[in-house]
C-alpha cells in the first residue's frame, strides 16, 4: 500500500528513483510524486493518477544526486496532486507508507503552533511533527526517536531535510523498508524490485530502525539513540525474475510460471518419495487459519485438506474479522497465517494477537524477510518467486501446494498424494495450452453479472474464482454454495446472468448438477470446468483432467484464473493494476 523510493549516488539520479518507483506501481497508482535536491534547493513534482503521468513532467537530463519518491493508495484524502507525496513543512520533506492513527490529534496541536497544512493528509501531519521536533534539537536521529513516541500508527518514511541536502533518513514501524547498498549509491525502497536496477545487497530494516543515507555512508540506529549493525542480504535472482519476459501482461506470465512453482515446491519440500515439510500438525488439537482475500480462499482448502487427512478441527477466518470476534485459544491450538506478501496488516495484527495469548503461530508466506515471515513463530515459505500483478495466481496456487503437504505429511495418503503431485506440473501445462480460454470468455465478458456455482470444495474454488473475476474485470460477481442459490438468490437470475460451475467432486456432482438444471431453467448461460462426461446442461464446457478427488481441485483453478484474465483482457481492463486495489495492503 504505497510505494516509496529515496536515492542518493550518481548525477542522474532521478532515472535511477524513476525506474525504482515504476517497479513499485503494483502497491499503488493513484498519484506519485518526486522530491529531489538541485543547487541546495529542494524541488518537488506531483502529479494525479499512474506514474506515467508524473514522467512526462520530468527532465530527466536535470542533474541531482538524491530523491525521494512515492506511488500512492490514497487512505486519508482523496486521490488528486494536492494530497499526492511528498508533503513539505518548514525543513522537512518527506514521502511516507502507512497510515498515522492520531493525526487529527496533533493536527489540532500543530496548528495552535502555527503551522499550516495545504492537504488532507496524515503525512503532512507527520512532516510537521519532525519538523517542530528538529526546531528543538537540530539532531535527526534524536528527532526521529522522538517522533516515533508521538506517532501511532504505521509508516516508513523517506525524509529530506533542507539542511542536509546530501542525506536522506528514513524510518520504519509496521510498513516494509529496505535499504539497497550499490558501489558509490544507496537505495531505500518498499520492495526489493525497486533495488534490483541498483543492487542485490540489502538489508531488512526493523520496527523502530532509523537510516541515515548518503552515497557513501549508510548509519543505523535504533530507539536508544545508539548506532547498530545490520545484516546484509544478496536477492538471488534478477530483473528478468521480474520482468514480463514477453508476455502481454505479469498475470500471465505469472499463470504461465505455474508447472515450474510446483516443481519447485515438490523439490523443496520432499524427498525420496516422502514430504519433508518444516513443520508438523498433528500434534495440535485444532488450527485456526486466519488471511485476506485469495489468501483465505488458499486457507479454505486447507481445512479441507487438513480437517480430510489428520481429522483436526480448522477453522478459517478473515484477518480483518479475527481480532473482534472470540478467540478460543488453548495450548493445544496452532494458528495458521497466509499471506503471499507477508505485509498485510490486517493477517500482521491476528499473528501478534495469537502470540500475545501464547498460541504457536505458522507463517505461510510467500516473501522472504517480511513482517508476518519475521515475527511468526515458525515460517514455511510457498517459494512462488516475486509475484508482481496485483490480482494472485501463482502464489495462491502455491499457498494451496503448501497446504496440502502439511496436511498429507504423516497421513496415510502421504505416498498417493506425493505421486499425484508429481504428474500435476505437466498437466497444468496441458492446462493452459490446451484451450481457446479467449474464444470461450466471448460469450461472458459482456455480462453484468456472473455467479460462480461449486459444492463443497468447488464451493472454495468458486469464491477464489469469483475473487479473481471482479478484480480485474469490474464485473459483479459473487460465488455461491450451489444449493444455497434456492434459498433467495436464485431470484435474481435471468437471461442475461452467466453461470460458472466448478463441478470437480464426484460425489456430490449430480447434486451440483441438479442445482445447475435449475438456473439452466431461468435461461442463465452456464460454463462448467469440469471432469465428469454429464454437460448437457452447459452452454459452454472447459473440460479439466482426472488426477484425483484431491487434486482434480487444484486443475480447476487454472481456467478460472485464465477466464478471469481474458474476459478482462476483452474489456480492456487494467490487468495488472486494476482499480482501487493494490497488491500489498499494510493498513488495516
Ligand atoms: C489484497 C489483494 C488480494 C490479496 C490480499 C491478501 O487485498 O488485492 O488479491 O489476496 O491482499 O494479500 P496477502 O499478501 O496477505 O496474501
Redesign the pocket.
Known sequence: MCGIVGYVGDKKALIKIMTGLKSLEYRGYDSSGIAYVKDGIVKILKEEGPIRNLEEKINYNEITTIGISHTRWSTHGAANKINAHPHRQGKITLVHNGIIENYEQLKRELLNQGYCFQSNTDTEVAAAVIDSLYKKSQDMVLVLNEAVKMLTGSYAFNIINDDYPDTIFAMRKDSPLIVGIGQKENILASDIPAILHITNKYVVLDNYDIVVMQSNKLEYYNADNQKISKQINIFVGDIETISKNGYDHYMLKEINEEPEIVKRILTLYTDEGRIKIPFKLNKYASVDIV?????SFAGQLGKFYIEKFLNIPTSVTFASEYRYQKNFFRKDKLVIL???????AD?LAALKLAKDNGVTTLAIV?RKDSSIAREADNVIYTEAGIEVS???TK??LAQVIVLLLLAASGSKEEGSVLNDLKILPNIITKQINDYDYKKVSKFLYKKENIFYLGRGIDYFLAMEGS?KLK?ISYIHSEAFAAGELKHGSISLIDENFGVIAVVTDKNISHKTISNLKEVAARSAKILTITNINDDSFSNYVIKIDDISDVLNPLLAIIPMQLLAYNIAKLKNCDIDKPRN?????TVE
Open positions: 488471511a485476506c482475500g485469495s489468501a497466509i499471506s503471499q506478501s507477508g505485509e498485510t493477517t510467500n496485483v490480482a494472485t502464489a495462491y475473487l478484480e486495489l493494490a497488491k500489498s495492503v
